[in-house]
């Protein structure tokens, strides 16, 4: 006799499912209990209040819980409009229903750049990074516009209508602006075309629907003075951050931050080039985000979730050890060791420096990484390129000879 199975379950699904089964839980007993929770989620829902209630989104938020500290909005005005949805619901469940899309949006991310029987574990250890349980603490967005940004430039790639969800995830928050630059460098040109249109769109119907708020936002608010102070707190692993622990203010730090950024964009718009013409998308993708974070002003720790895609595509290629090591690091302890706060990060010796700056060192190190490997690969080409050539020209003038 033959037993009949059913269809195994997924493990990487069920692990999503328990994620969110998890966040449903933790949201309902925080609510009922009017435990604060989600200090950026209730900043998002303020916003959208702001918008309905016809305040202005770059005043101070009037309604922001008690327990939640006086931040700002600092997103575009189509972000507020996105938001008002928020406004329907507690500040705890309002954290809750960005936390329950931080599961899905985590294994959407990781299925292109990693192998099915990786996924699991994968997935399950994401949660441990700092990026990813610090996104989900605070009730941040950064893991959905991470999902849509993967799910447009791999997933949709043979949809005619790719670039737009990009643009429109630009227009929510600006810095994914660079994959418009990407898909050009790529030379999927009607894609970015679209991209642009997409977010030339959203941000349009947003100066319609609250120009005041527009007029403020693109000509002072997007500056984000509010925290400019805080640019050389250790939570800011940007150049940017970097270069205001390092160097003094002044003349010459705006050297270090210009002259980096223009190398930083040269290099990775050559290495995602060189990598998308050897068939490498996946790689080139994560060189396009990794720039992004480096070049940004701000990029707080909880912004680096593009470290889980790039892990499961080191365990994809083997790279099992370095894959653990990276892990180890993204996991919170460098952030949490070394003095901060108060301008304690410009007295750091040699060692903590290095250790307070680990994940944008551990960017820097993977792009020199591939930069070599796509230039030795770039030269072994040229030479067999250039032998080939002179071995035709010898063949045409022993022809010619003859």
């Known amino acids: 006799m033959h037993s009949s199975r059913g269809p195994r379950a997924d493990p990487a699904l069920i692990v999503v499912g328990g994620a969110m089964a998890v966040f449903v839980v933790v949201a309902l007993v925080w609510w009922l209990s009017d435990t604060p929770l989600g200090v950026d989620s209730a900043v998002y829902r303020a916003g959208g209040f702001a918008v309905l209630h016809g305040e202005s989104l770059y005043s101070p938020l009037l309604a922001l819980p008690e327990w939640a500290p006086e931040l700002p909005f600092t997103y575009p005005p189509f972000a507020a409009l996105l938001f008002t949805s928020l406004t329907a619901l507690p500040a705890q469940l309002s954290w809750g229903l960005l936390a329950l899309a931080a599961a899905p949006s985590l294994y959407v991310a990781l299925r292109p750049f990693a192998q099915r029987a990786h996924l699991p574990l994968l997935l399950l250890g994401a949660f441990a990074l700092q990026p990813v349980w610090q996104t989900v603490g605070l009730g941040q967005v950064n893991l959905v516009l991470m999902a849509a940004v993967v799910a447009d ?17 630009a227009a929510v928050k600006l810095i994914p602006l660079i994959f418009l630059v990407h898909l050009l460098v790529v030379r999927r040109t009607a894609d970015a075309v679209r991209g642009l249109a997409a977010f030339l769109c959203a941000t349009t119907f947003a100066m319609v629907v609250l120009p005041a708020d527009s007029v403020r936002y693109w000509t002072s608010a997007i500056f984000n003075d509010h925290f400019a102070e805080m640019k050389g707190w250790v939570g800011n692993q940007s150049w940017q951050g970097f270069v205001a622990r390092t160097v003094p203010e002044g003349r010459t730090a705006a050297v270090v931050i210009v002259a980096f950024g223009a190398l930083c964009a040269a290099a990775a718009m050559w290495l995602v080039h060189r990598l998308h013409h050897e068939g490498d998308d996946r790689a080139a993708l994560l060189v396009t985000a990794g720039c992004s974070l480096l070049l940004s002003p701000i990029s707080w720790t909880h912004h680096w979730v593009w470290v889980v895609p790039a892990l499961g595509l080191l365990v994809a290629r083997g790279g099992h050890r370095t894959a653990l090591v990276v892990a180890v690091l993204f996991t919170g302890w460098t952030v949490a060791v070394v003095p901060n706060g108060g301008g304690a990060e410009r007295d750091w010796n040699g060692v903590e420096a290095v250790i307070g700056n680990a994940y944008l060192i551990a960017a820097l190190v993977a792009g020199l990484v591939l930069l070599f490997k796509c230039i030795t690969t770039y030269t072994a080409w040229r030479r067999k390129r250039l032998q080939l050539l002179g071995n035709a020209e010898e063949k045409i ?6």
């Open 397 to 402: 003038l022993d022809v010619g000879g003859q």
């Open 153 to 169: 430039m791999v997933l949709l790639r043979d949809s005619r209508y790719r670039g737009i969800v990009v643009g429109l995830v």
